[in-house]
């Protein structure tokens, strides 16, 4: 997987989720971006999951939470790739949210993901990611 190939999908990655915050959810083409089976990482543990309806009603409810706190927007700042073979790599993914609240209409957090990414039939899937505190972070900047 390429550079360029990584930062096409992040880009409509944020596409999606960009809709998503405008209450456009598509749940199927948003999975379609995720393997059958996956694994996330964060300080609050390791979770396993599968690409199922669970799965989709999880992202429906994760993207109503996040328009809850006031996500405004979520923007790629950049995209690295570490290389593991020539099916799988880390992508390592810088973003910006936006957000809004009474005290401030403006915002802006960047935090990175790190994705484990695989190749197949010719197009990137995500099947892990490992991610900071983001609960923590939103505490920090006074988002919730």
């Not at 999975?31 to 199922?52: H, R, T, W």
């Not at 700042?77 to 073979?85: F, K, Q």
């Not at 802006?108 to 990414?117: A, G, Q």
């Amino acid at each position: 997987m390429t550079k360029d190939i990584l930062e096409k999908f992040f880009k409509r990655y944020e596409q999606f989720f960009t809709q998503s915050l405008d209450g456009e959810l598509d749940a199927n083409e948003m999975s379609a971006l995720y393997a059958q089976e996956f694994i996330a990482a964060s300080p609050i543990g390791v979770m396993a999951g599968k690409n199922d309806n669970q799965f989709q009603q999880a992202l429906a409810q994760g993207y109503e939470q996040y328009r809850k706190i006031g996500t405004k927007g979520m923007r790629v700042r950049g995209v690295s790739v570490s290389p593991i073979d020539e099916l799988h790599c880390v992508a390592h993914v810088a973003w910006t949210a936006t957000y809004a609240n009474a005290n401030n209409p403006n915002i802006e957090i960047d935090f990175d993901v790190h994705y484990l990414m695989q190749e197949l039939n010719d197009k990137p899937h995500i099947f892990g990611w490992v991610s900071g505190n983001e609960q923590e972070l939103l505490k920090e900047y006074g988002v919730i």
